[in-house]
């Protein structure tokens, strides 16, 4: 069925380490993937989106990644700052024959702490 | 938070009693949308809405209606409250449809039934 997950709920890294937010998700009809930002008391925040015809793709400090074969999606964060510290969930759109291709699935989210 | 208000941004209120939040868009994108946001169940969608006047049931529709009688307003209505409808709610845009276009969300609306 359907389903977004993550591995880890929580991740701690140093400041100025890469951290790496992982999500697994079942269905291969998927076609569309997005990372969003949460903190705490605010609307998730848009980083980065990338389609199934893709593996990889670079922002500014965040790079997604793509593996359809095993169906996981991460996201690399480099050089994470304090600032970084929030909820961090993937969302997957599945492409729908019929037009009704409204609905993104959201995961339950990552808690990254950046420590000092 | 992409020219998107919510309001209000926090309400308290009483089993059994109406409730209608707003949202509001600056950006002209035609699909709107209705979540609410629940520990450990993540973001599930309400209602949405594909143009004025045309919208949606979501996966938790059940006590909830919305109406969008302008491009720019999205109202979310909760005909009775219950105690089960105390949540957070996200407002979110798009200017395409989520196969081809992210959504960007409000800032939230803190609902508490009492």
């Known amino acids: 069925g359907e389903s977004v997950g993550l591995h880890l709920p929580t991740l701690s890294v140093q400041e100025g380490d890469n951290s790496i937010i992982n999500c697994a998700y079942s269905n291969s009809a998927s076609d569309y993937f997005i990372w969003y930002k949460q903190e705490s008391g605010k609307g998730p925040q848009f980083i980065i989106d990338?389609?199934?015809?893709?593996d990889k793709r670079q922002g500014q400090r965040v790079t997604v990644l793509l593996n359809k074969t095993v169906k996981h999606l991460s996201l690399q964060i480099a050089a994470t700052q304090p600032g970084d510290s929030a909820v961090y969930f993937c969302a997957e759109n599945i492409d729908r024959s019929g037009g009704s291709n409204y609905k993104l699935t959201f995961g339950k989210g990552t808690l990254l702490t950046v420590n000092p | 938070d992409a020219g998107i208000t919510q309001s209000p941004r926090h309400k308290v209120t009483e089993t059994g009693t109406p409730v209608t939040l707003r949202c509001h868009q600056t950006e002209n994108h035609r699909y709107m949308y209705w979540y609410r946001q629940d520990p450990g169940h993540g973001l599930r969608l309400i209602h949405y809405s594909y143009g004025v006047k045309d919208t949606d049931k979501g996966e938790v529709s059940d006590g909830y209606s919305v109406s969008r009688s302008k491009t720019e307003d999205f109202l979310l209505t909760l005909e009775s409250a219950t105690s089960s409808q105390t949540s957070v709610y996200f407002c979110a845009i798009s200017r395409e449809g989520p196969s081809t276009d992210t959504q960007y969300f409000g800032p939230g609306t803190r609902l508490t039934v009492l």
């Open positions: 990338i389609r199934s015809n893709m």
